[in-house]
């Protein structure tokens, strides 16, 4: 096995990022080179993503990459899931929506009047959730017709590669977050295609995590000051199997927590659970790293903390979220437990007013202070975590012992204890960097600079860093 160098890049909700991991001797080390925001563009006809932007700061961030580290094996990337852009003839038609624009709502109505949720279900094994790819394509009928235009659908991460490569693929771990593609068979669902009325060939040949997708184009080469193309390879482009890659856990008695924006609640397992049990308690099976199953709850996560802070900003006010933290650990009165999964808080908005409004019709206390809503938000969380815990081992049959926090919300010491303490298990916390220690582990073991199956790839991160253990407190 040699020593060796790749870059990954990570595209969250709110920033994008270019780090660079060096990986050999069952070590890694991360060199984190660029950071650039993620601004949501709302315009006349909704909420879009700046995906040029994102892809120029990708390739600046790329460009540092370069600089540091000449010798780069490989690029990877990865971003949040579902979003899309159509193209004609490699030209993309329109400006990609973003998941949280309110379009959907008919697509769901027109997709479910074609294939009930319940068939759907035991077809593609997905939490319904209203932003869902299949949903968003059917939305996309009400107006222009963009979809009957295009030839290809590209999700964010295999645009970006397209745009490095000139090679249209679909990663399979976000692709099997479309709701197009077939639980069981991992292959897309031709049938759905051809119900919902989808032109066949939109949707591009498929490639596994660890394949290489091209080498970057000689614009590419030139704009990030490369010696020669570097190579494109498919990662857990979806970043929560990127993230999966790296939780330090043991699959056969760990549930995982991917907390971020939002928070995926769940356990690692072979195969699909599709039971009528499984989709009323809105679990999941998303497809992971080398065929695995991430059977799961997607809970609304960090983002009602962040939306609540950025209303409270609105005026130029700077809130500094760990101080805000602080002062939510030191709340001593009991505050209320709401549904963090009420669709009400979905878009964004006034989260505190629409947390208020909650409270209100369910007869529980209204929060009072900007410190008694960050409290009411993390218990409410814990809460949310520690039933999806519980269901996840019942649904899946995998006994529990431990859970997992990684993402930025593993450095949220409040939320990592009472999740302890309201699940009555054990908290192992971090990596924080979890998504991109994932993407480059992968990376790295397709260059053969570490090897083995996901069980090795997380014994370098046990190697790699160091916890925070929370103990439930009765
Ligand atoms: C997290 C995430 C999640 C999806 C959502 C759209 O970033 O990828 O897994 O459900 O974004």
């Known amino acids: ?217 000689p614009y590419v080469v030139d704009e990030i000051g490369a010696r020669r193309p570097i190579d494109v390879v498919a990662v857990g482009s979806h970043d929560t199997s990127s993230a999966v890659v790296a939780v330090p856990m043991d699959p056969t008695s760990a549930a995982y927590i991917s907390c971020g924006t939002w928070s995926l609640v769940g356990v690692e397992i072979g195969h699909p659970v599709t039971t009528d049990a499984a989709r009323d308690a809105g679990f999941t099976n998303e497809g992971g790293v080398d065929g695995r199953i991430r059977f799961l709850h997607n809970v609304m996560g960090l983002w009602l903390l962040s939306e609540s802070v950025r209303h409270w900003e609105r005026d130029g006010e700077s809130i500094d979220i760990p101080a805000l933290v602080a002062q939510a650990s030191a709340v001593s009165t009991p505050v209320s437990v709401f549904d963090v999964d009420d669709a009400r808080f979905l878009p964004p908005g006034d989260m505190p007013a629409r947390i208020a409004a909650w409270c209100a019709e369910h007869s529980a206390s209204v929060p009072r202070s900007r410190a008694e809503f960050a409290r009411s938000i993390i218990e409410s969380l814990a809460q949310a975590f520690a039933d999806a815990v519980r269901a996840a081992a019942d649904l899946s049959g995998v006994p529990v012992r431990a859970v997992h926090i990684v993402g930025g919300g593993a450095q949220n010491s409040l939320l990592c204890q009472r999740t302890a303490d309201r699940s009555g298990l054990p908290v192992v916390a971090g990596p924080v960097e979890a998504t991109a220690i994932g993407n480059i582990l992968v990376q790295a073991r397709a260059a053969g600079f570490a090897e083995g199956s996901l069980e090795s790839l997380r014994a370098i991160v046990r190697t790699a860093t160091s916890p925070r253990h929370y103990s439930p407190h009765p």
């Open 1 to 217: 096995m040699s020593r060796g160098a790749v870059a990954a890049v990570d595209l969250g909700a709110t920033s994008g990022r270019v780090i660079i991991g060096r990986v050999g001797d069952g070590r890694i080390h991360l060199s984190h080179v660029a950071r650039f925001a993620n601004q949501p563009v709302r315009t006349v006809n909704g909420l879009h993503w700046d995906l040029l932007g994102l892809y120029r700061g990708a390739v600046d961030g790329l460009r540092g990459a370069v600089r540091e580290d000449p010798e780069l094996a490989s690029i990877g990337v990865d971003s949040w899931a579902v979003d899309y852009a159509l193209l004609r003839r490699g030209r993309m038609l329109g400006t990609p929506f973003h998941y949280r624009d309110a379009r959907t709502a008919a697509g769901v109505e027109a997709v479910h009047a074609s294939v009930p949720f319940a068939e759907l279900y035991r077809r593609n094994g997905l939490q319904f959730l209203p932003f869902n790819t299949i949903y968003q394509l059917a939305a996309e009928h009400d107006g222009v017709d963009l979809v009957s235009l295009a030839d290809t659908m590209l999700l964010v991460p295999d645009l970006l590669g397209y745009f490095l490569t000139g090679e249209t693929v679909a990663e399979r771990t976000n692709a099997s977050t479309t709701g197009l593609l077939d639980v069981h068979t991992r292959q897309w669902d031709a049938g759905l295609l051809d119900v919902l009325h989808l032109p066949p060939g939109l949707l591009p040949p498929l490639v596994d995590p660890g394949e290489r997708i091209g080498a970057t184009l």
